[in-house]
T-cell receptor
Framework: DGGITQSPKYLFRKEGQNVTLSCEQN?????MYWYRQDPGQGLRLIYY???????QKGDIAEGYSVSREKKESFPLTVTSAQKNPTAFYLC??????????????FGPGTRLTVL | AQSVTQPDIHITVSEGASLELRCNYSYGATPYLFWYVQSPGQGLQLLLKYFSGDTLVQGIKGFEAEFKRSQSSFNLRKPSVHWSDAAEYFC????????????FGTGTKLQVIP
């Protein structure tokens, strides 16, 4: 079955700790994205990557970091610099990024709670 | 600035009744338009999309949406709502040229009552 997996589904972190959220896709998509979802605010783009070894900041990148060493993987690290990290995090992918009309497909999400 | 507006935060309909969820966009040129649905604690599932052509778009689960350029709208409709349609619905838009950064609306939560 092709799709996007995110792990873990629920994650708890103490203040001051970094934490990494996993996102894996087996759709052979070039582009991958991370969004943050807060109640009443829709989805906001954190980072995106259009190709391996390349990524760009989205609208709310401060306090987050990513890597794209493999086509199928796009982990997101929430650092201690992120002031309000408690949120629902969604990973997405699309066949191509730039100059394409491809639809984004979403994973099931990870709910991060900072204690 | 580009934006997508969903004016209704919460809508309640009776099972079997018709549904219309509103979406307005503000873009320089006609964007690509999408509707997604999200069940609680889950990711987003694409219902339908509009790129060009016929302004009435059919999607999955019996949903359709109509693009109206004059009103900058892309409203989602369903003739008869089922209890399983209770979820949150997001309208989204992306530029039709260059990198398609997707802008999402704030969502409309649909409640279905028996």
């Amino acid at each position: 079955d092709g799709g996007i997996t995110q792990s873990p589904k629920y994650l708890f972190r103490k203040e001051g700790q970094n934490v990494t959220l996993s996102c894996e896709q087996n759709l052979n998509h070039d582009a991958m994205y991370w969004y943050r979802q807060d109640p009443g605010q829709g989805l906001r783009l954190i980072y995106y990557s259009q190709i391996v070894n390349d990524f760009q900041k989205g609208d709310i990148a401060e306090g987050y970091s990513v890597s794209r060493e493999k086509k199928e993987s796009f982990p997101l690290t929430v650092t201690s610099a992120q002031k309000n990290p408690t949120a629902f995090y969604l990973c997405a992918s699309s066949i191509r990024g730039q100059g394409s009309t491809d639809t984004q497909y979403f994973g099931p999400g990870t709910r991060l709670t900072v204690l | 600035a580009q934006s997508v507006t969903q004016p209704d935060i919460h809508i309640t309909v009776s099972e079997g009744a018709s549904l219309e969820l509103r979406c307005n966009y503000s873009y320089g040129a006609t964007p690509y338009l999408f509707w997604y649905v999200q069940s609680p604690g889950q990711g987003l599932q694409l219902l339908l999309k509009y790129f060009s052509g016929d302004t009435l778009v059919q999607g999955i689960k019996g949903f359709e949406a109509e693009f109206k350029r004059s009103q900058s709208s892309f409203n989602l409709r369903k003739p008869s709502v089922h209890w399983s349609d209770a979820a949150e619905y997001f309208c989204a838009a992306a530029d039709s040229g260059g990198y398609q950064k997707v802008t999402f609306g704030t969502g409309t939560k649909l409640q279905v009552i028996p």
